[in-house]
């Protein structure tokens, strides 16, 4: 790894750091000798995360049981930060709930996972990431997506929506950075399927299509170090090709007038998995 923003010393706030993904990728940042700040809405994981990171070489590591959703608790949350350590030099807005609601699911359903998923970003982003660009120093923010913010399957509407407007946000906070010459940036992380908390469903052994977090922090790296903005993610079912294809398709109903979602239309899905095979 050779990022700038990542070296020794630097300083990394990772929300949803208490497990899954955002724990992964905050073990390799204390193996990198980075100091950590793990904001995660599960205060009983805290104190055990915390030891798992000093012993994994983090030189500190702050724990806060911030609900992303809430900016006024995000703006004290900044300000706790920036009392310890002075500065942030990544950023990581993984926090993230999943949500099994239809389209006509109560408003509370809605109000959730947009708050979480897309408010806490936003929340995050619009408090942390200012005073990032005024250090004058290299920066990192990550935000996590999901390919169901890109290809929108049925079944989950609001977790899709709240992941399509992230990957906006993100794609506009890039541009900003960029116009600005700023030597901050941001990226967008496309985990596929990984075996975590919010994907087990009660299993206990990871699925073999699955990746499991560490995977997806190595490959996430990876690919930082080429400069990707869209790091997009295969898993041990779905393929880079595949992925493309999909979004093609999915960008597809519009160039092509088709019915919205066809990939899932009765009508249109032959058609998809010839386009797939082809
Ligand atoms: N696991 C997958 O297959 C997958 C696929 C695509 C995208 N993602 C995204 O990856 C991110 C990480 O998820 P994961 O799979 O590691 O799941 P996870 O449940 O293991 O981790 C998510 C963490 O976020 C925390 N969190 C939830 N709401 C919060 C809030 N309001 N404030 C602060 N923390 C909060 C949870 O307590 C949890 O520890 C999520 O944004 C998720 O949508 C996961």
């Known amino acids: 790894m050779s990022l700038t923003a990542i070296q020794a010393g630097n300083v990394a706030v990772i929300t949803g750091g208490g497990a899954g993904i955002g724990l992964a990728v905050a073990r390799r940042l204390a193996e990198r000798g980075m100091a ?33 959703s809430d900016r006024a608790a995000v703006q004290d949350l900044k300000a706790s930060v920036q009392s310890r350590f002075g500065r942030c030099d990544l950023l990581m807005c993984n926090a993230g709930i999943q949500s099994d609601g239809d389209i006509f699911d109560t408003n509370q359903t809605w109000s959730r996972v947009l708050g979480v998923n897309f408010g806490g970003v936003v929340n995050m982003c619009q408090i942390f990431v200012p005073p990032m660009i005024a250090a004058g120093t290299p920066g990192l923010v990550i935000n996590t997506g999901s390919k169901q913010g890109i290809t929108t399957p049925p079944g989950n509407p609001a977790y899709n929506i709240s992941k399509a407007a992230l990957r906006v946000f993100t794609e506009a906070l890039q541009h900003h950075l960029r116009e600005q010459n700023s030597a901050v940036s941001a990226h967008l992380l496309i985990p596929g399927f990984v075996f975590t908390g919010l994907t087990s469903r009660g299993r206990a052994e990871k699925p073999a299509g699955a990746w499991t977090p560490e995977q997806t922090a190595d490959f996430m790296f990876d690919r930082l170090e080429q400069g990707d903005f869209y790091i997009l993610c295969p898993d041990n079912d779905v393929t880079r090709e595949m992925d493309e294809k999909r979004m093609i398709w999915a960008m597809g109903d519009i160039v092509e007038n088709r019915p919205p979602l066809s990939r899932w239309h009765p009508d249109w899905a032959n058609r998809f998995d010839a386009f797939l095979e082809g």
């Open 36 to 68: 950590l700040v793990i904001v995660d809405i599960q205060d009983a994981l805290l104190a055990e995360v915390e030891t798992t990171l000093l012993q994994s070489g983090a030189p500190q590591v702050m724990t806060s049981a911030t609900d992303v």
